[in-house]
């Protein structure tokens, strides 16, 4: 082996064992450290995991929604629109859709309801998701009852449960015939929720929702990319608000392993000086603490990374869930997919391991330039 | 601003940097200042003590530096999905005029501060602290070029704006922002193919010069520095279109992607780093005559060169291998 | 081997109390030779080791070493001469890592790491070879008889046996110079008569001696060659 090589691999070797030899001092350090890491992770890793699910959330939905507003509000509207609106040049499709909200005040859920035009599924029947079959406790076969406008239940058959697959856009689902769900919401013929419109080149669908917004000033077309991008803002945002937050935490660290760093124990800095005194250079001793840090900082953000993995994806980020879920647009039961990237590491790396570096570089600096002498005089 | 945990990320590293680089100016003109090695006195002892304290400080600066570098790619990568029209970290870096100007400022540091510490390593062979006054004029240049990139950044970061849906409109952000979707075209491969291959036969024959008959070391650097130019320019004209396989696509940044294989980084790091080892050979050549140095210094070069060179050499490599398997034709 | 001339060293220069350990000294170390410098604690002999073994640096003054060898950092020939007073603390290292061996008073052992582990110390940042290291530093602890004690922990030794293991650290890297600091202060007199048996074995061997003691048993020696006698700072008595 090449002596430079071997000088590092001595000096590295050497630097373990003086970690373990003040095993007490040190694991105060990496387990703050690691809790630091921990935290900022496990908020990095739930964002990322939350946007993900709500790309995926859309990737069903349609390019484009037109709703009307009446008052600055959603309102259904006109079903006749759609022809006008097909008549736009580059649309290729529009289907009105018919759906809302409904509470279920037995289980405390809020469901969506929505129409399909698949023939498969009888009058008086439902498909429902795999999140509403675990709530109400019904399987194929069973009948559910939903309460209508005037207060009335009405019965249904279960006619099929959404598969496992699609448990994502599909757990708080109930599927019906467009005329049921008329008579349940006593919606009128003729009027529909939204219009989903479809462009035969995606680029162009801009241009398609000035030309409507010109033709019927009383609607909002809102694009899916428009959506996917105010979600992506608003995870953003969130997580960036709770980092600057806990910003403060970050710092009272840096604190701690500043001090750390500038009150060396007597016997360190004993130690340092019996090296120098015995012919090791100030670069020497700069390297020995560069492994110590460097294994300190390893070690704590690979244990704060992986617990911050299990807690977001095994225990679905109990932790602080609420400050970031916490809206309706997604759903309440399902288990995050793990999902992980070297970007995120990266900025988790900058967050964490940066600042520990900065903050003991002059300590580190002081402590290696003892004088060799020291030792003699002591 | 967007609060994106990976912009409080490269505002915490170019903060860092800047301060680690600031301190470490300030010791460097203290230093400079008060320097005298004729002298055993404890002021003396204390500045070459504090010399170990300036190169931790910008060895330090340069590896975030660097990494943030990527970093600010990757970010701005990440961030497309918020403006309209941006396709990659072509359009986020467009989406204000502070974007590409901050790019630059940090390769500028980079590849200055890389050839800081060749410099002082340079430093570091000969007894008498040959090059202490080039070597802390030098970096009292860095420190202001750091803090300009600081700023940059700020203000490239702390103006983005990310077009969200609001309540009251839906669509049509995009009228009047289809700037940010104007792919980087560059120039034509015509021209770009043969001054490629004519500026690295150019590096490879400087290389050769400089090796056997220890001349034109300042024409070698120049030359590295040319080649990392005209790489980049080539990339973004007509290598990356076979990577890609797109005769389309000319984003430079792409490459650092998953999608291809993050090819980028071996490109670019071995881009920056021969760039860096050739600026140093010439940078280190106006000491050649320093007495201390005498024998150290031909040494150190010719190594720079030849790590320069092989750097270089993988570079055309790994791009020329792309250009032959690549399905495309150009 | 070792010529000094006018060495000035002051502590706190500048400040409101500064204090010259070593004023203006001038002196002769011969090769192959021991010497003693003696007088009492506070006399500037440990400032004067310092110095001399590339610890420190004079604030003024200069000092010739001879007789070096061959090393690559500084570009020697074997046998070259250099004055060695403003030398960056990297030479000045790499110079004391090859020529010179010190047997501190209070012995500085690393605690907690084995007797093996203490002797190779000086060796790691120079990269060489931890086999042929450990080889030798087997090889010097046998011949101080220790080999029972190459892998306890230095916690557990007696006075004695920590001051070989010291002994074996100096001797690792094969230094020409020995710089003993009040080698004896922790002995009792069986144990310092060993000691200083053991300086004669090294100055058989051709090894350059510098001890700095204020015992009768050191600077009594019969192998004593020349006794420097310092008080203040200065020398008050010697060749």
Not at chain 2, 220 to 232: C, E, I, R, T, Y
Not at chain 3, 210 to 221: C, E, K, M, N, T
Request: charge should be positive.
């Amino acid at each position: 082996m090449r002596p430079p090589v071997q000088r590092y691999r001595n000096i590295l070797d050497f630097a373990l064992s003086s970690l373990l030899r003040r095993k007490g001092r040190n694991l105060a350090l990496i387990c703050v450290y690691t809790l630091v890491v921990f935290v900022l992770a496990s908020l990095v890793f739930f964002v990322q995991a939350l946007k993900r699910e709500a790309r995926e959330l859309l990737v069903h939905a349609p390019d484009m929604v037109v709703q009307r507003m009446v008052a600055g509000r959603h309102d259904p509207m006109p079903a006749a629109q759609a022809e006008a609106i097909r008549a736009i040049r580059g649309v290729e499709e529009v289907q009105p859709r018919l759906w809302g909200y409904y509470y279920d005040p037995v289980y405390g859920g809020n469901l969506t309801l929505m129409a399909t035009s698949d023939t498969a599924l009888a009058a008086d029947s439902v498909w429902i998701g795999q999140g509403v079959a675990r709530t109400m406790r019904v399987q194929e076969g069973d009948m559910i009852s939903l309460r209508g406008y005037a207060g009335l239940p009405t019965l249904f058959t279960v006619q099929k449960v959404l598969p496992e697959a699609s448990e994502l856009v599909s757990s708080d689902l109930i599927l019906m015939s467009p005329r049921d769900v008329r008579s349940l919401f006593n919606l009128p013929e003729g009027l529909a929720t939204d219009l989903a419109v479809t462009a035969g080149n995606p680029r162009e669908l801009p241009t398609i929702a000035a030309k409507i917004v010109e033709r019927f000033p009383d609607t909002r077309p809102i694009l899916k990319s428009e959506i996917l991008r105010t979600y992506e803002a608003i995870f953003d945002w969130r997580g960036g608000l709770m980092v600057v937050v806990f910003a403060s935490a970050v710092l009272s660290f840096i604190i701690f392993a500043w001090d750390k760093a500038t009150g060396l124990s007597a016997e360190e800095r004993k130690e340092i000086g019996i090296l120098k005194s015995i012919g090791w250079e100030s670069a020497d001793v700069l390297l020995l603490k560069f492994w110590e840090g460097a294994v300190v900082s390893l070690t704590a953000f690979l244990g704060g990374v992986l617990l911050a993995y299990a807690h977001v994806f095994f225990f679905s980020a109990t932790l602080f869930e609420h400050a970031l879920k916490g809206w309706s647009v997604l759903f309440p039961r399902y288990r995050l997919v793990p999902a992980l990237d070297g970007y995120q590491l990266t900025v988790l790396f900058f967050l964490t391991v940066l600042p520990y570096t900065a903050a003991t570089l002059v300590p580190i600096w002081r402590a290696a330039t003892v004088d060799p002498d020291a030792a003699m005089r002591s | 601003m967007i609060q994106h945990p990976g912009i409080l990320a490269l505002l915490l590293a170019s903060g860092l940097v800047s301060l680690l680089l600031a301190a470490a100016g300030w010791q460097g003109f203290r230093i400079l200042r008060g320097w005298n090695l004729q002298s055993g006195s404890d002021a003396q002892l204390d500045l070459e003590r504090r010399t170990y304290l300036v190169s931790t400080l910008v060895a330090n600066a340069l590896v975030i530096q660097i990494l943030s570098l990527f970093l600010f790619i990757f970010t701005a990568d990440s961030l497309h999905t918020q403006f309209v029209g941006a396709m990659c970290a072509a359009g986020s870096l467009a989406a204000n005029p502070f974007g590409y100007p901050t790019l630059l400022a940090k390769l500028a540091t980079c590849l200055l501060a890389g050839v800081w510490l060749i410099l002082h390593r340079a430093d570091t062979q000969g007894r008498d602290y040959p090059l202490i006054r080039p070597k802390y004029a030098l970096l009292l240049v860095l420190v202001p070029l750091v803090l300009a990139e600081t700023w940059l950044q700020w203000r490239y970061l702390s103006g983005l704006k990310a077009d969200v849906l609001t309540s009251c409109c839906g669509s049509l952000f995009g009228q009047g922002r289809q700037g940010l979707a104007a792919e980087l075209a560059g120039l034509p491969p015509r021209i770009m193919q043969p001054v490629f291959w004519i500026t690295f036969g150019a590096l490879m024959a400087a290389g050769a010069l400089l090796l056997r008959a220890r001349r034109g070391a300042v024409a070698f650097s120049l030359l590295s520095l040319a080649f990392l130019l005209v790489s980049v320019a080539s990339l973004i004209s007509f290598f990356c279109l076979y990577i890609y396989e797109l005769p389309t696509h000319h984003c430079p940044f792409c490459l650092l992607q998953r999608e291809y294989g993050f090819v980028g980084y071996p490109i670019y790091g071995t881009l920056l780093g021969g760039a860096i080892a050739g600026l140093g050979v010439g940078v280190l050549s106006p000491f050649r005559a320093r007495k201390s140095l005498a024998e150290a210094l031909p040494r150190m070069q010719a190594r720079l060169a030849w790590s320069a060179l092989i750097l270089a050499g993988i570079f055309t490599l790994m791009v020329g291998i792309w250009m032959i398997l690549s399905p495309l034709k150009l | 081997m070792i010529q000094l001339a006018q060495v000035v060293k002051t502590y706190q220069a500048g400040l409101a109390t500064p204090f010259t350990a070593v004023d203006g000294v001038s002196l002769d170390i011969p090769a192959g030779k021991l010497t003693v410098l003696k007088g009492p604690s506070g006399s500037g002999k440990t400032t004067l080791l310092t110095l001399i073994g590339c610890m420190a640096r004079p604030t003024s003054g200069r000092i010739h070493l001879h007789g070096l060898p061959a090393g690559t950092l500084l570009q020697l020939a074997e046998g070259d001469s250099l004055e060695i007073t403003s030398l960056p603390e990297r030479f000045l290292t790499a110079i004391r890592r090859r020529t010179f061996g010190f047997i501190f008073q209070q012995f500085n052992l690393v605690r907690g790491i084995s007797v093996l582990e203490n002797v190779m110390l000086p060796t790691y940042p120079t990269g060489e070879d931890r086999r042929f290291v450990e080889a030798r530093a087997i090889e010097r602890l046998e011949g101080l008889g220790l080999s029972r004690h190459l892998h306890a922990s230095v916690d557990r030794l007696s006075g004695g046996e920590a001051q070989r293991v010291a002994i074996a650290r100096a001797l690792i890297n094969d230094p020409a110079v020995v710089i003993a600091d009040e080698p004896t202060a922790h002995l009792d007199s069986r144990l310092s008569e060993e000691f200083m048996d053991l300086m004669g074995q090294f100055k058989a061997a051709g090894r350059t001696l510098l001890i700095a003691s204020h015992d009768p048993i050191v600077y009594g020696s019969p192998l004593a060659d020349a006794v420097v006698e310092m008080r203040d700072g200065r020398i008050v008595a010697g060749p």
